[in-house]
């Protein structure tokens, strides 16, 4: 081989390596955002907030608020918006009993193929509690899988301070869930709540194909603080996520859904989390 031809099979080897670990690298997951984080400005224009939403830069949006509109309506606003559909949040209640049908119904009229199902406040006395709600998930999600429609569960806070039997409810429960179950993790709630989001995703991993970004600030803290620093990422924001991130990459994660809720009636911490996740990047 000439010297020539050993130096161009050594840099055709060098750019097929370079090639390979890039496609080895973790997709970086979307940015979304949550309705309820701009709910006040959704309220008096949910169109505008949508279109000012995809010019910050996000691709995606989370709503369990439909402000009037039907499923169809919905669905058009959301497409004429630039934006995709990530997820409906609805409590548990939309997919028990006879409820599931005109759930499933509501999801195909606006295109949407998620259900996050959130905010169950289970009694820390009584385990049957929190079966009741297994039981309404585990149904629900494999009639749902003959749709095409993915189930998970979001957690608060309260899944991580109840305790059954040295386990919190949010172990206890996944213990107890289908692996059709996802979760829709909020690692700013687990924080808040004396947690470790780490530990959670290395001892429950890819199940997490949404997440929900919540800057881990407490109350007091917010309503001292203007709109635009009360986002992800803010000085007070207690979760690491300069670790998180990539580690959710990693595990999967297609979706971050960006929920900063000190400021309904602002749009300004939704810019600055943007910014914040983005120069992650």
Same mark, same amino acid.
């Given at each position: 081989?000439?010297?020539?031809?050993?130096?161009?099979?050594?840099?055709?080897?060098v750019s097929a390596a370079a090639m390979a670990g890039r496609a080895a690298q973790p997709a970086?997951?979307?940015?979304?955002?949550?309705?309820?984080?701009?709910?006040?400005?959704?309220a008096k224009d949910f169109p505008g907030t949508l279109r000012a939403a995809r010019e910050i830069g996000?691709?995606?949006?989370?709503?369990? /608020?439909?402000?009037? !509109?039907?499923?169809?309506?919905?669905? +058009?606003?959301?497409?004429?918006?630039?934006? @995709?559909?990530? #997820? *409906?949040q609805l409590y548990p209640h939309a997919l028990a009993g006879s409820q599931l049908s005109g759930t499933i119904r509501f999801c195909r009229k606006c295109g949407c193929r998620r259900i996050n199902t959130a905010w169950f406040k289970g009694s820390a006395e009584n385990e049957n509690?929190?079966?009741?709600?297994?039981?309404?998930?585990?149904?629900?999600?494999?009639?749902?899988?003959?749709?095409?429609?993915e189930v998970a569960y979001h957690n608060h806070d309260q899944e991580f301070r109840v305790r059954f039997g040295g386990k919190t409810a949010c172990e206890w429960m996944y213990e107890r869930f289908s692996p059709l179950v996802k979760q829709e993790f909020d690692p700013g709630w687990c924080v808040l709540a004396g947690g470790d989001?780490?530990?959670?995703? /290395?001892?429950?991993? !890819?199940?997490?194909?949404?997440?929900? +970004?919540?800057?881990?600030?407490?109350?007091? @803290?917010?309503? #001292? *603080?203007?709109p635009g620093r009360c986002g992800v990422g803010a000085g007070c924001d207690r979760v690491d996520w300069r670790r998180l991130v990539p580690a959710l990459a990693a595990d999967g994660t297609k979706w971050l859904v960006v929920k900063p809720t000190a400021h309904p009636d602002s749009i300004e911490d939704l810019k600055s989390s943007y910014r914040y996740l983005k120069g992650m990047t």
């Open positions: 081989m000439s010297a020539v031809t050993r130096r161009g099979f050594v840099a055709a080897a970086v997951p979307r940015l979304g955002f949550q309705v309820y984080g701009v709910r006040d400005l959704c996000f691709e995606g949006v989370e709503t369990g /608020r439909f402000y009037g !509109r039907d499923a169809e309506a919905l669905g +058009v606003l959301v497409r004429d918006s630039g934006l @995709e559909l990530i #997820a *409906l509690d929190w079966q009741l709600v297994v039981n309404v998930l585990n149904h629900a999600a494999e009639v749902c899988a003959g749709e095409g429609i989001p780490l530990a959670w995703l /290395r001892s429950h991993p !890819r199940r997490n194909p949404c997440v929900h +970004v919540m800057p881990a600030i407490g109350e007091a @803290e917010c309503a #001292a *603080l203007p």
